[in-house]
């Protein structure tokens, strides 16, 4: 029978009975930065893929439903919080006629738990314009437990210069 003293205690030959570690061995490494960027990447592609779809749902599950979610649509006041961002969605979907919108210009920016993407929205079939619509946006994006989720968009429609 062991002895009951003996617990904790090394066993003959100086190995110990139980290592100790710092770190949990079974923790997954830290992602690359090049993992975050391609991860904010998809969710970006998955963002404009919902909004040409008018899909709700899909646009629904990339966003943070929390209070301190901001969007910016072109021509619209800042709407704050999950509740007016998803009602906005709703009502862009239901009223605005099926717009293409192609991504140019994209730049991506990873630091920490915070990711932000600037682009260009080309939409071509807005308001009618057979040419089409460029608006200049922003994505903020917050590292979340289940991946990265969308915390703030801002489009604004750029105007063509005279002369350009």
């Known amino acids: 029978m062991s002895d009951p003293s003996a617990a904790g205690r090394s066993p003959p030959g100086g190995s110990p ?6 770190v ?48 910016t649509h072109p021509g619209w ?20 006629a099926p717009l293409q919108v192609f991504v140019t210009d994209e730049r991506v920016r990873v630091d920490g738990d915070v990711a932000w993407v600037t682009l260009d929205e080309n939409l071509l079939g807005a308001a009618g314009d057979a040419v089409g619509t460029t608006a200049a946006a922003l994505n903020v994006l917050r590292r979340h437990a289940d ?18």
């Open 17 to 22: 009975a139980r290592r100790h570690y710092r």
């Open 77 to 96: 006041a800042t709407l704050h919080g999950w509740a007016a961002v998803s009602a906005s969605w709703f009502a862009i979907f239901d009223q605005v």
């Open 24 to 71: 949990r061995i079974d923790a997954a490494p830290p992602p690359s930065p090049a993992d975050d960027e391609a991860a904010v990447r998809l969710v970006v592609e998955r963002f404009y893929a919902a909004f040409e779809a008018r899909d709700l749902d899909a646009m629904s599950d990339l966003w943070a439903h929390e209070d301190d979610v901001a969007c």
């Open 147 to 164: 991946g990265w989720r969308v915390v703030a968009h801002h489009g604004s429609v750029v105007e063509v210069r005279p002369g350009a």
